[in-house]
């Protein structure tokens, strides 16, 4: 059986797949950097998964999330109850999930061991670069200006202590596949022009800091990759942060910080002079400003060398995979003119911080842990405007948020998908969100306030607040409806008391809010929103969204139910659940890739996911229609043809095409055709505790 689209697989055979994992981490992952294969048309990889962690099988599911892209490449072919083989057709980062949507729906699941699988474009490493030694016994290193550097996959990048790289200009530093650099990469002494970081190695913050050495560890440099500059790309790099201890603050990726100044030999800078201050305004520091247009104290910047113009000097972050365990540890903020692209954040704090001016953010895949917003709106921004940054394409695939953080804002709401608790007095105009995928439980919406009083701030010298003017959220969408539950509420509110020098745009005002939703089928109402100060929230407009993505053709049986024993080989929900129309229902199937077809009762609204279905042998019940997901007809792509095996070849040998079974291995050939681009993965939780992979 043929299970949707067959897509031809095209382009050279894909690296050997080298394997990470963290060990003794709440929620471990394993990951797994692939290269897809290129070629005219591009290319394919067909992977099999095979799972031998505890509790885990197919019973109740599988996914390969982001599943409103992956379910496009068809049906998951399922081999027993711990393994499945399925296509990716597409670089980006998938999560290969034999879990029960209880882990995810329940505040009992703070997270789950998982497997990530990284494909990535092809990339090559110049034969001129020097390999950077790991036998250093100094605190921190100087990489350039003017050189290109690799780290190699055979060093052992551990010196038992944190230690830093400082970059310069016009520096390259690449990684080996499999080099695993226990460092930091910073340069906020200064801005640079023309640095490169890239490669499918790992970066891992493993020590602690020391405090305050300005350049290495001060609150500047509280970040894994952190540098002030122009012309900075960071491309591939797996970046994780293991150190045991649970409160290590900081970022995973941050240029050009608009909330940090640079750094003072004399005077370290401290986060805390941005925290819970006098009232109305403390008198500032005159920290020097980097590339922001006034320095701390709002005195004007005049130095702007070196920093970005417009999304052609601008940062580039692309392909970066940010996975941290630590209490207050945040994901990527790319700064002015950044672009992120095609990345993913799996943090337990903010995931992503567009904080600046145009900002672009497209095609990033979220894992939310047990606190913050997966997108966060700003604390304390120095004053500066802040405007026209665009997000289109975020992929929530897991929010456990609502674990620590149903008293905020104002006790009101839980840390929603989208939000903020913003003191400061920079002016944010223009942002545009577009397609905001949500494909998990998760507590709300929306929960925003603007406040004087926020714990981290930096408000005018009167004491104001800037306004959010203009923003606009064109399709955010939820597979499933909110969790309820005491403190958690979609929240809007301005600053509700400004003081009387506050006024227009730094009155504290949300003003001309748009949200085109689809909550489970529906649109979100003003009733779904907790508004406490009324008057500070103007020209709020509510739509329905409408889900670009479609749920494919279907097949519908009157009267019919389908069960184990009735046309069923697997009950994968032993209850209906209860959905707001038939779309949904097919939506659940859809995005579950070894569902097959769904009954329904149309008149209680209930939805029965099965797997394995047999129209010819379903049970006559008037109570209940079942629904089949329809094949594609055009099974085969140009050049290559389906026999009913759900496996395209080429063959280069005479006598044309020749089908191989599925899960055959990387590389192996029979009668001169070779399954291109294939990989065979086997997924295992090993004696010592770690979760790692064979190939």
Not at 10 to 18: A, D, F, I
Not at 107 to 126: G, H, Q, T, W, Y
Not at 357 to 365: A, D, I, K, Q
Not at 489 to 494: K, L
Request: proline letters at 4%; charged letters at 20%; aromatic letters at 10%.
């Amino acid at each position: 059986m043929v299970y949707g689209r067959v897509l031809r697989p095209t382009g050279e055979l894909s690296t050997p797949m080298r394997l990470g994992h963290t060990s003794d981490q709440k929620g471990s992952v394993t990951w797994a950097d692939l290269t897809l294969p290129e070629g005219e048309g591009g290319g394919v990889l067909l992977v099999e998964v095979t799972t031998a962690v505890s509790g885990q099988s197919t019973d109740k599911g599988f996914f390969v999330r982001p599943s409103r892209r992956t379910r496009q490449w068809g049906r998951a072919e399922l081999n027993g109850k711990k393994s499945a083989t399925f296509y990716l057709a597409e670089t980006g980062q998938y999560s290969v999930e034999f879990a029960s949507p209880e882990f995810w729906r329940t505040e009992a699941a703070l997270s789950f061991d998982s497997l990530m699988l990284f494909v990535n474009p092809k990339l090559s490493i110049p034969s001129n670069a020097k390999i950077i030694g790991d036998d250093s016994t100094a605190v921190s290193e100087d990489l350039g200006p003017n050189e290109v550097y690799v780290f190699a996959a055979d060093y052992q990048y551990d010196w038992g202590a944190d230690h830093v790289f400082k970059v310069h200009d016009n520096t390259q530093i690449y990684f080996e596949p499999g080099a695993h650099v226990k460092a930091r990469i910073v340069q906020t002494e200064k801005k640079v022009d023309n640095v490169l970081i890239s490669g499918y190695g790992v970066l891992d913050t493993h020590y602690d800091l020391e405090p305050d050495l300005v350049g290495i560890s001060d609150d500047n440099t509280h970040q894994s990759i952190g540098i002030y500059g122009k012309n900075i790309r960071v491309h591939g790099v797996t970046i994780i942060n293991t150190n045991p201890k649970c409160d290590v603050w900081g970022y995973c990726l941050n240029i050009n910080a608009n909330w940090s100044p640079i750094g003072d030999l004399a005077d370290p800078f401290g986060a805390d002079e941005l925290q819970n201050q006098a009232l109305p305004a403390p008198s500032y520091k005159p920290r020097k400003a980097h590339c922001q247009e006034k320095n701390m104290d709002d005195s004007p910047n005049t130095d702007f060398q070196n920093c970005p113009t417009s999304h052609d000097d601008g940062q580039k972050v692309t392909f970066v995979k940010c996975m941290t365990w630590q209490m207050g540890q945040d994901g990527i903020n790319a700064g002015r003119h950044g672009i992120v692209d095609n990345s993913f954040v799996r943090v337990i704090d903010d995931a992503i911080k567009p904080w600046d001016s145009n900002g672009l953010y497209t095609n990033v895949t979220i894992w939310q842990q047990t606190l913050g917003w997966p997108i966060n709106f700003g604390w304390w921004n120095w004053n500066q405007p802040d405007e026209n940054t665009r997000l289109e394409d975020i992929y929530v695939i897991h929010n456990h948020n609502w674990k620590s953080s149903a008293d905020w804002p104002e006790t009101q709401s839980g840390q929603c998908t989208i939000g903020a608790i913003y003191g400061s007095g920079a002016v944010k105009k223009g942002y545009q969100l577009k397609n905001i995928f949500v494909e998990t439980a998760a507590s709300c919406a929306l929960g925003l306030e603007i406040s004087k009083t926020a714990y981290s701030r930096h408000p005018t010298s009167e004491g104001c607040v800037g306004s959010m003017v203009d923003f606009e959220i064109d399709g955010i969408f939820f597979d499933e409806n909110f969790k309820s539950g005491t403190g958690y509420a979609n929240f809007i509110s301005g600053e509700a008391n400004p003081y009387p020098a506050c006024t227009g745009e730094l009155s504290g005002k949300v003003e001309n809010l748009k949200i085109a939703s689809n909550v489970a089928g529906k649109a979100l109402t003003e009733s779904d929103f907790v508004l406490p100060a009324g008057s500070t929230v103007t020209g709020l407009e509510l739509t329905r969204a409408k889900d670009p993505h479609t749920v494919g053709s279907w097949k519908k049986f009157d009267g019919k139910n389908a069960y184990v024993g009735s046309g069923a080989t697997f009950d994968i929900d032993d209850a209906g659940v209860a959905v707001t129309a038939l779309e949904q229902c097919k939506e659940r199937c859809h995005s579950d890739l070894s569902c097959d077809c769904v009954v329904y009762d149309s008149q209680n609204k209930l939805c029965w996911k099965r797997r394995g279905c047999v129209a010819t042998s379903f049970d006559d019940d008037a109570s209940y229609d079942a629904y089949v997901q329809q094949d594609e007809e055009d099974g085969a792509s140009e050049g290559g043809e389906d026999d009913g095996s759900g496996v395209v070849v080429v063959d280069d040998s005479e006598g044309g095409e020749k089908p191989i079974p599925w899960g055959m291995p990387l590389g192996v050939g029979i009668g001169g055709s070779v399954l291109i681009g294939a990989v065979a993965a086997f997924w295992k939780r090993r004696a010592s505790g770690r979760q790692g992979l064979l190939g």
